[in-house]
């Protein structure tokens, strides 16, 4: 079977976007492994797309110490889920924008049949005022940390347009429904998915990760913006 979905058919065709400061769903952009291939591609009319993640947040206290909390202890977080809903196409259905031979690229037709997972990226564009008036003011070493990267390297793109770059790694879809009614003639693919990790796709992550708030930074001097209650407890790492 060919390779469904090319980016020259007219349904992938990207449309023009207000800019504004406020972030808008028309300029976020979804991107998986189409099947038969071995590079992102968007997937294609995306009715909606969530992220949710959680965790538990346990108290800390002392016996002897009245009603009062010491710490607040975080929990592992629970894996991320995401929300995927896409319209149904006949001959690319959402399976085979993730990288599965279904549809008519193969036998895929249940959940049962995953058997490896799958990887999403978004880009979040920004708009051009944003990017000229905004963006244009941070350092480069700040977008570079927030992998923010450049979008279109042609003549006609404008070189100041930028996106906000996420990776959902090792995913697997939980849930998938599709239903045919008689009162609408739309058919919708609605699937949830539970991710493994979130990167910005550059970044080395780890314990000494600069998450902010830090009272101390990592050359001994004092952080800016943390909480008060470790105000009075920081210590000058030493050498």
């Known amino acids: 079977m060919g390779i469904p979905a090319e980016p020259s058919n007219y349904i992938y065709r990207a449309g023009t976007a207000p800019n504004t400061r406020a972030a808008i769903s028309q300029k976020n952009k979804v991107f998986g492994y189409m099947v038969g291939t071995n590079e992102f591609r968007q997937i294609g009319v995306v009715s909606e797309f969530g992220h949710d993640e959680s965790r538990t947040i346990d108290a800390v206290r002392g016996v002897g110490y009245g009603d009062y909390v010491a710490e607040l202890v975080p929990n592992v977080t629970e894996p991320?889920?995401?929300?995927?809903?896409?319209?149904?196409?006949?001959?690319?259905?959402?399976?085979?924008?993730?990288?599965?031979?279904?549809?008519?690229?193969?036998?895929?037709?249940?959940?049962?049949?995953?058997?490896?997972?799958?990887?999403?990226?978004?880009?979040?564009?920004?708009?051009?005022?944003v990017s000229a008036q905004d963006v244009a003011g941070v350092p480069p070493t700040a977008l570079r940390d927030a992998s923010v990267q450049l979008l279109g390297q042609d003549s006609t793109t404008p070189a100041l347009i930028r996106a906000l770059f996420t990776f959902y790694e090792g995913c697997w879809l939980n849930?998938?429904?599709?239903?045919?009614?008689?009162?609408?003639?739309?058919?919708?693919?609605?699937?949830?998915?539970?991710?493994?990790?979130?990167?910005?796709?550059?970044?080395?992550?780890?314990?000494?990760?600069?998450?902010?708030?830090?009272?101390?930074?990592?050359?001994?001097?004092?952080?800016?913006?943390?909480?008060?209650?470790?105000a009075g407890k920081v210590e000058t790492p030493k050498p």
Do not use: C
């Open 80 to 129: 991320m889920t995401l929300t995927l809903n896409r319209t149904l196409m006949y001959a690319v259905n959402l399976f085979q924008t993730l990288g599965y031979k279904g549809g008519v690229a193969g036998l895929v037709r249940s959940l049962k049949h995953h058997r490896w997972p799958f990887d999403i990226k978004q880009e979040l564009v920004f708009s051009e005022i």
């Open 175 to 230: 849930s998938y429904s599709a239903s045919y009614t008689s009162d609408a003639a739309i058919v919708a693919e609605n699937s949830s998915v539970t991710v493994t990790d979130v990167t910005d796709g550059l970044s080395l992550y780890g314990e000494f990760i600069d998450s902010g708030l830090s009272p101390v930074q990592s050359n001994g001097t004092p952080g800016a913006g943390y909480s008060l209650r470790f």
